[in-house]
């Protein structure tokens, strides 16, 4: 029971934080300080199906209207790796990184690079290669 509880106090990202410490704070309205941790957080948003945070962190040049995280069957979000964070200049940045996840009991990977941009003081994901 105590692994169990602790585990639903570390945040999914996988920084090893609590998640009021860690993307919770960004979930809650504050602004991210990098490009890892806007991805970080979107990762977690994604785990904890916060649309409204995903849409609202992402560029308005590429966001979609919409989000479809309630599709049946849903994926179940195991693990995220961060390869790679680069700085490009004060307004862009790349982060690769790999999520892991499984769909109906079988077991996927998802390797981007995704690219973000500084807007008026805040972070946000514009696209990403596979």
Known sequence: MVA???RSLTCACGNGQPYADCCGRYHGGTAAPS????MRSRYTAYVMDLEDYLLASWHPS??????DLKTIPRPQWVNLQVISHRQQDDKH???EFVAR???NGRAFRMHEI???LQDEG???YVDGEQ
Not at 35 to 38: R, S
């Open 101 to 103: 996840y499984k769909l």
């Open 122 to 124: 805040r972070w946000f």
């Open 4 to 6: 169990k509880e602790k």
């Open 35 to 38: 490009a890892e941790a806007l």
């Open 93 to 95: 940045a790349t982060v």
């Open 114 to 116: 995704s690219r973000f």
């Open 62 to 67: 590429t966001r979609p209207a919409s989000l």
